[in-house]
């Protein structure tokens, strides 16, 4: 029997994870280790129930009473914190999802591929924040990483059986988000509402917040330079409004292979369940006919400057993803507290990183997590500066 932990199992991704664990058998399949999760207890006892799991364990240590209290005699053991939660991946599993939302999610991962797992990988935050760490440390101990994100799987999946040096170019398509077709004036005033209403797929907040401006691409295309290790000029992105074709490698005779679906992320998830093979997955199907039409349009850098910074940071290498993605983490916040402006995110985000450059550099590869914590909190603190700033400006 196959054992398994999902970390963030309450998000968006953990629940389809949850769906598709269930659907292949639940506790009769696999034996669930640990399931972790954020503020929603009911719903994380409620998993933990189902799937028979070993341990529980909360984000937040206020949470831990009301998590006992749903898991009453169930025989889950509960716990709380972010500790715990890194803890947790000390426990062995064979597989494990990492569906944490945000810089949090790099240390449970980390500690997951040092006991030499798979690590099936939604949290790109890991990947941009500590790209060559993580790596290094899958390789050091014989773990295998899989993407998760729907492009990453659709490359993953285009090159099975290919010769890496053969690939000439990856296109990473994006569906333009809501803002798509707005003009600037129109970005510049949007409600947190409005950015939220991805057209396409069904994710949590903050990554339809990030596809509405783009920073979600930025990151995927860090992500792409980090896990699949191409030049950054090898790595375009294509906006493709249908969201079907999720990613394409172009190879040296020319050819191009892509990956198509339905936007939804069981595809993705149900390929790093099943992987090495393929099992049944509950997706739509592709009606051809019906979708008629696949269009592909230029991205925008003017309205999405986030593409352009991230060209930058895969220039400037280092910690630059450390504190690319903690800026944007910290000027998301402040969008979704209506504190900031929907183009002030890529404004202290550039503000955040011409900080630290001038003043300490950005660094090289990290080597250790701590290295990447340090520069994350440094940029965090950096952009809280930015964002004050801006804010006296006013
Ligand atoms: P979500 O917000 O729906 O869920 C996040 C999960 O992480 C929840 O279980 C929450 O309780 C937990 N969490 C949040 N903050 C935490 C913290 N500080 N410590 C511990 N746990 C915490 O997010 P999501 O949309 O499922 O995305 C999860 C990850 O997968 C993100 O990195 C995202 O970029 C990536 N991803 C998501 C999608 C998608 O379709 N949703 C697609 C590709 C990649
Ligand atoms: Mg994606």
Redesign the pocket.
Known sequence: MRSLSI??????????TFDLVMRQGGPAAFRTVAL?????VTR?AEMARALQAELAV??HDDCLPALRAALLGSGVEVAAG?QA?TEAADRPADWAM?????A??LA?GMRALRHGRTLAL?????LVTAGPLLMATARAHGATILP???EHSAVFQALIGEDIACVERVIITASGGPFRDWTLEQVRNCTVAQAMAHPN????????I?SASMF?KA?ELIETREFFGFAPEQIETVVHPQSIIHAMVGFCDGAVMAHLGPPD?RH?IGFALNWPGRGEVPVARLDLAQIAKLSFQAPDEQRFPALRLAREVMAAGGLSGAAFNAAKEIALDRFIDGSIGFLDMAAVVEETLARISARNGLGNSPTALEEVLAMDHLARHTAGDAVRARLEKR
Do not use: C, H, Y
């Open positions: 970390f963030g199992a309450t998000g968006s991704i953990g629940e389809s972790t999760g954020g503020r929603n994380l909360t984000a972010a939660i990492s569906a944490i939302v945000g949090a999610g449970p939604a949290n790109k935050e890991s998760v994100d729907s797929w069904s994710m949590g907040q903050r990554i339809s990030d979600n990151l992320m993705a």
